[in-house]
């Protein structure tokens, strides 16, 4: 069962609980680059930069560190962004088309390797980035079609396939947090198997066990996302998204009658960036 929710008088929307979840992933991280894929992801990460986590370093997703504002800071070369991803020195949220309860991403086919039924992005960098640096996701459509038993194809190393491989593998090895649309999840296991972290409010537990296609770790009181300060709701509503590209991506219940068939479709792609 979920905690009781402690009333705030602020209102906010579900796009605006999942930008607020995702910044967390960034909480107390210091010093390193931010890699966010994807809308909320990018909207989360300039909103820690702004409060909380004043020292993260943003890129323009090229050649270039930027400020909050988008204005170049510094050169940051592709030599140089390998060394920071290869020394831990990043913490990238990355999309997944499919992961399993261990964390293991998918983001290059669904089916059969050897014939797929679809081409995806490809394996890409997400095997250097999970055993080399933290990495969150983002998924903005719960769903069992994500959410699976076994992933179709390991891009993304999760504890199970990292523990077995060795030290070498579970060294630098961290995924601080899968966000969702309907909920936040995490590895806080003895066996670091998924569990339910957080629900966003509105947001049942049984709703989110219905979304996952596997065994889902909840605890005996799941809390909700945490509220946005005031603060928070202005930079993000008047200063980072003022034309609310985020409820584009994640429809607010609220005030959408259709967002049931929404939360079920769920595309067999991920949105990534530079990996």
């Known amino acids: 069962m979920s905690a009781p929710r402690a009333e705030t008088g602020v209102t906010a929307t579900r796009a605006e609980y999942c930008v607020i979840a995702c910044a967390e992933a960034w909480r107390d ?4 680059l931010a890699s966010p894929m994807g809308l909320i992801p990018s909207l989360g990460a300039r909103l820690a930069k702004r409060t909380f986590s004043p020292d993260l370093l943003l890129t323009d997703g090229e050649a270039m560190l930027v400020g909050l504002d988008g204005t170049p800071e510094g050169w940051l070369p592709y030599r140089q962004h390998l060394t920071m991803v290869t020394g831990g020195r990043r913490h990238v949220m990355m999309g997944a088309s499919q992961i ?3 964390g293991n991403q998918n983001i290059s086919c669904i089916g059969d390797w050897a014939k797929p039924r679809r081409q995806l992005l490809g394996v890409r960098g997400a095997p ?13 459509r719960h769903s069992p079609r994500v959410f699976v038993e076994r992933v179709d194809m390991v891009c ?3 504890y199970d396939r990292a523990a077995a491989a060795g030290p070498s593998a579970t060294r630098f090895h961290r995924i601080p947090r ?7 999840l995490d590895f806080a296991t003895p066996d670091h198997s998924m569990r339910l972290a957080s629900l966003h409010p509105g947001v049942t537990v049984e709703r989110v066990r219905q979304a996952t296609g596997f065994a889902l770790t909840v605890p005996d009181e799941v ?3 945490r509220e946005p300060t005031p603060q928070e709701l202005e930079l993000i509503r008047e200063v980072i998204d003022p034309r609310a590209a985020r409820d584009r991506e994640v429809i607010d219940p609220k005030t959408s009658g259709t967002v049931g068939a929404r939360e079920r479709e769920v595309p067999e792609t991920g949105r990534v960036g530079r990996c």
């Open 29 to 32: 991280n210091g010093e390193v």
């Open 100 to 102: 399993d309860r261990f």
């Open 128 to 140: 250097v980035n999970t055993l080399n640096n933290p990495t969150s996701y983002w998924v903005p």
């Open 156 to 158: 993304g190393v999760g």
């Open 178 to 184: 899968v966000v969702t649309d309907l909920a936040v």
């Open 223 to 225: 809390p909700y996302t």
